[in-house]
């Protein structure tokens, strides 16, 4: 295990390119990175486990949705800085519930591939929005709110936040309970969008959360100032 590891120079690269082929068929289902970590972990238990860019922490595929990947082979590359490992997979291999994360054709943007799995229940409501916004960033902005928003700009996005997050102040000052939750699940749609336009998972939002609650309201604040 430590020589496939030690022939990976990682001086040169942190992450290391994962491509993922399917163990039966040689399908493509997706291609991900590995730090040292990760690999340590997937050849060890030999389940497939990653380092998300986005949520910048190591995850083991199917950790929220069940889908997990068991390694069947390694493979290194000649130049010693792209993996490809074969999988059996379990459920599907994205998160759109489809089987490989390759289904739309470049040039004519046709899906070729159907849902078979829904995700939403296994990766909540929040997470599969953040998702979807993700995939408009590609949408034609005349008929998507979200790429019509994207598209017009840093500017725009932050005055709907604030826009948003004043009339959940009214909401909440009237005493309005419906107001309040629909004002907030806008807020929290736009704060989304803000967070999608910088690439930036809610996992990471609910990493800072976790660790807030190792430590006292007072002693957080207090390590903000330092």
Not at 29 to 45: G, I, W
Request: aromatic share 8%; hydrophobic share 35%; glycine share 4%.
């Amino acid at each position: 295990m430590q020589e496939i590891i030690n022939r990976v120079d990682w001086e040169k690269q942190e992450l290391l390119p994962v491509i993922v082929q399917d163990n039966s068929t040689n399908e493509v289902l997706m291609m991900a990175y590995m730090d040292k970590e990760a690999l340590e972990l997937s050849l060890k238990t030999k389940l497939a486990h990653y380092f998300s860019r986005s949520k910048q922490r190591i995850w083991k595929k199917g950790e929220s949705s069940g889908h997990t990947q068991e390694i069947v082979s390694f493979f290194l590359d000649c130049d010693n800085d792209t993996l490809l490992i074969k999988v059996n997979q379990k459920g599907v291999a994205c998160h759109t519930g489809r089987k490989s994360c390759f289904f739309t054709e470049l040039q004519s943007g046709e899906i070729t591939s159907e849902v078979e799995v829904n995700t939403e229940a296994a990766y909540g409501v929040i997470d599969t929005l953040y998702h979807t916004i993700q995939e408009r960033k590609n949408a034609d902005p005349a008929t998507s709110w979200t790429a019509k928003l994207l598209s017009k700009g840093e500017n725009t996005i932050l005055k709907k936040v604030v826009e948003e997050a004043g009339e959940y102040c009214f909401a909440h000052k009237d005493n309005d309970e419906s107001e309040m939750v629909y004002e907030a699940a806008d807020l929290t749609y736009h704060m989304l969008v803000a967070l999608a336009s910088k690439n930036i998972s809610p996992d990471r939002i609910k990493q800072e959360l976790a660790r807030r609650f190792d430590m006292s309201g007072i002693a957080e604040k207090n390590a903000r100032k330092d």
